[in-house]
């Protein structure tokens, strides 16, 4: 331990179709829209995608399948590097050897959701749910995929959060079986036996295991952006606070996961206790004390301790870079592409997977050494043609009451400006502590790529901006944020990038909600609108969320279950404001949502219908929250550029 701890404390400071008929539906009022059921249609319908001036872009489909690794992890001999991939059109395990070669597909018609190596690497570990309800089940499958097992079967109403392996084959894992509602922590072994060890309150997560198997990392969720830390004995089942700070001096523990030193004496996270951006800090066990290591003006995003020393990512504005230390002093690794980084150590070798604009998921090999990088899994962009993507542009803007503003925005090639500016959609991140970054994102290039601008903000409440910044829109203060959306597009037409007059908002769950609330709120501002899985009255979204949510909504939203905040939502939730929309909305809920129930759309459509305004609304059965399934996504887009393409008046070649 004396070794990483000399070693580190030296580290720079420098982190830097055709389309359905209308169906009748009585239990949505007066039909002003049409219900597209995507379990009654034909996915591979005869649409086409006729693009703008005679040009025939490229099919939404290839978008699509523009595939890539979704998640990767070395073997514990660093010999074999083993991911997720959608190519086959739902997640699936893959393998392949870590000095290059042929992937190997292990899992089939499963929908992996999460995964690990078995500690001795003779399989991998992973989780699996229904359709996405996110109440899985784990199973195990050996290396060669002849041998695969159920280790613990999915129950319903069993939330899970796996925590990790020690290195004897034991696991942690946080689940909601005892109740429903909080979580709980287990530690169980790969034979299924499972034993209670520590009964928890709302999110207590479980985010990681000493490699000798003593202690368990605890995070209790407070907030979408907060969460007290401590240290659980997994023996005695003692738990000892760490950190929990203040809720007026929040402060996020699990910025970048956590990494443990091989002797279980420390680990090191990312922590932005005290200060505004995630810092690289060591916790040392024996004496219960954190060191900083490196800070900066961004945050330390991912961690991965190495043979030699360490190694961790450095996120500004969404794009990563990543720092090697063997001792001498952290040094950046250069001609990764750009966009997100998720990196991993086992022996000498350390892997990065790089999601970037033209990116979809490649695999590199970094020699730690010379810090040379080497690409040994290259993603697919079918047959996309990567001269056409565009590079996201991070715009700054004050908001009305000075608070800057930040976003990512996509233009058009050869887009004008002024009064010769696209069309724009603003494309409103989840969360609310998301954040917009320059990740593969098939959907924004397709809408480009047919002549419409896509801005992706960054309104106040995303992480990403620091911790003051990720705050501003708490409780009381939710709308600042829905009218940043109005500020930014009156400042982006200010600018002539973007055509004022015609532009669109859309957003999926808590984006969803955005949209229901600035056309609710400021109704002039957008031509349309686009919401997906999001939220119309927040007093039975708050009621209803699924476990994981209700232990940060809390301090996000205020407790739902005092007066207060209902009068408060009773005012302000976008169902009691709908008489106020007046735009086109297209509406989409998947009905296997555990996190916001899709009658939280239903009754959207139903007041806007009622008042005569149109709302198109499409259910799709076979999804949670999101569309995880090919034939779903190829279709549901579909759906949305010619929706969004129509209220806009961009007009295909022929039409």
Known sequence: MRHFASLLLTASAAVAVTVPALAQDSAFGGQTGPDLSIAAIEPDGAAADIGLAGQQPVDIARYLLASGATAARLSPDGQT?????RVTGQPELWVLPASGGQPRQLTFATGVSMFRWLPDGSGLFYSADRDGNEQPGYFAISLDGTRERSI???????FRSFGGFAEDGRFVYS?????????DIYQADLQGNSQLVYEGHYGTIAESVSPDGRYAIVAETVGEDADNLSLLDLASGELTTIDAPPLDDRASHTLGGFAWVPDSSAFFMSSNSGREFGALTMFDIASMSGTVVAEGD???????VCAKGLAYVVSRDGFDTLWVDNGDGAKSVERLPEGTYDIDCAESSLMVRVNGWRTPGDIYVVDTGDLSARRVFDSSLAGVNPASLVRPQVVRYPARDGVELQGLLYLP???GTGADAPPVVFDVHGGPSGQSSPNWDAVAQYHVARGVAVFQPNVRGSTGLGRTYSTLDDREKRLDSVRDLVDLKAALAADGLIDGERAAVMGGSYGGYMV??????YPDAFAAGVSLYGVGNWITALEVASPALKASDRIEYGDITEQRWRDFYGAMSPVFRADRIAVPVLYSHGAMDPRIDISETEVMVTALRENGITAEFIRIPDEGHGWRKLANRRFYYREQARFLEQQLGVSAAGE
């Open 81 to 85: 590097i083993a991911f997720i991939q």
């Open 413 to 415: 090639r050869g887009a």
């Open 152 to 158: 613990l079967p999915a129950a319903e109403g069993d």
């Open 175 to 183: 689940s909601t079986l005892r109740n429903g509602l909080d979580y």
């Open 298 to 304: 961004a945050d330390v995003s991912d961690i991965a």
């Open 516 to 521: 229901n609330a600035v056309l609710s709120e």
